[in-house]
């Protein structure tokens, strides 16, 4: 326990955190991924308690840096792409409550051009989406131009499949 209330449970060297853990802060935020030198790396889960926004990604030097998805609660949608020094950077998908797919280029955390839309999901599919990702740890998401599917697995089967998407839109890793 630290005295400022949070708690860290995992792996440490000298009492710095090194290699997995989970830390839970006192404002009920919790953080549970790689740490290298006190600070966030690698692969981890972030919950913020303030907002309800959850970051499911990589982590460079603790900042969002990498590929990684977030769920922004006040904006009821889910961003999944890459990330540099916790903004959006590069190219990014993103979906919204109402099911309705983008894709587009994003420069120091905004949208950089255009939005190109590529198809909305049913309702039913669309709340499968969102509880999977608000409730796990991974997931993946294909949607396919030609079926009114979609797929919800573990992390390795996305990587197994991804090999034979060409003619899928990878959504969410």
Not at 75 to 99: M, P, V
Not at 101 to 113: K, L, P, S, V, W
Not at 130 to 151: A, C, M, P, W
Request: proline content about 1%; charged content about 30%.
């Amino acid at each position: 326990m630290y005295p400022s209330g949070d708690l860290y449970y995992g792996q440490h060297r000298n009492f710095v955190k090194e290699g997995w853990g989970k830390i839970c802060y006192y404002n009920g935020s919790h953080y549970e991924g790689g740490w290298s030198n006190n600070a966030k790396n690698k692969r981890g889960r972030m919950f913020d308690n303030t907002c309800g926004d959850i970051y499911n990604g990589e982590y460079l030097d603790g900042k969002i840096c990498g590929r990684g998805r977030m769920f922004y609660a006040a904006l009821k949608e889910i961003y999944d792409g890459d990330w540099a020094s916790d903004r959006r950077q590069g190219e990014g998908y993103l979906i919204n409550r109402k099911g309705e797919i983008c894709t587009g280029d994003f420069r120091a955390g905004h949208m950089e051009g255009k939005l190109t839309y590529l198809r909305t999901l049913e309702k039913q599919e669309v709340d499968k989406l969102f509880k999977q990702f608000i409730e796990s740890n991974d997931i993946f998401i294909y949607v396919t131009r030609g079926k009114h599917s979609l797929e919800l697995g573990p992390q390795s089967k996305a990587v197994q499949s991804a090999k034979s998407f060409k003619n899928a839109v990878k959504i969410l890793q």
